[in-house]
């Protein structure tokens, strides 16, 4: 079975930086468009950042652009999201998640992905 495992939420100060990792196992990892998802309680899920299966080409929400960096390690089954410059806006569960759909334009739903993983909590404080 496929398993997303999250890791590196905390809580930090604003202006501060984090590092998310997720551990992938039980699929193709390169065959797949990994995302970042991030969810407040009471909202829905929203988009953050996602990149394609060599990690050559990422795509960013309009609210953490230029703040927030996805990468990944295909060798390693991960994929990791680089938060600086972080805002208490940006306190969520943050969740990592895959999808074998190669539609660019879907990459930003969370329909789109077939695996999820837990979540982690990140939480910016004031």
């Known amino acids: 079975q496929v398993h997303l495992v999250e890791s590196g939420g905390g809580l930090v100060q604003a202006a501060g930086s984090l590092r998310l990792s997720c551990a992938a196992s039980?699929?193709?990892?390169?065959?797949?468009?990994m995302g970042w998802f991030r969810q407040v309680p009471g909202k829905e899920r929203e988009f953050v950042a996602t990149?394609?299966?060599?990690?050559?080409?990422?795509y960013y929400a309009d609210s953490v652009k230029g703040r927030f960096t996805i990468s990944r390690e295909n060798a390693k089954n991960t994929v990791y999201l680089q938060m600086n410059s972080l805002k208490p806006e940006d306190t969520a569960v943050y969740y990592c998640?895959?999808?074998?759909?190669?539609?660019?334009?879907?990459?930003?739903?969370?329909?789109?992905?077939?695996?999820w993983g837990q979540g982690t909590q990140v939480t910016v404080s004031s």
């Open positions: 998640a895959a999808t074998s759909e190669y539609r660019l334009s879907y990459w930003t739903r969370v329909g789109a992905y077939e695996y």
């Open positions: 990149l394609t299966r060599n990690g050559g080409t990422t």
């Open positions: 039980g699929l193709t990892f390169s065959r797949y468009v």
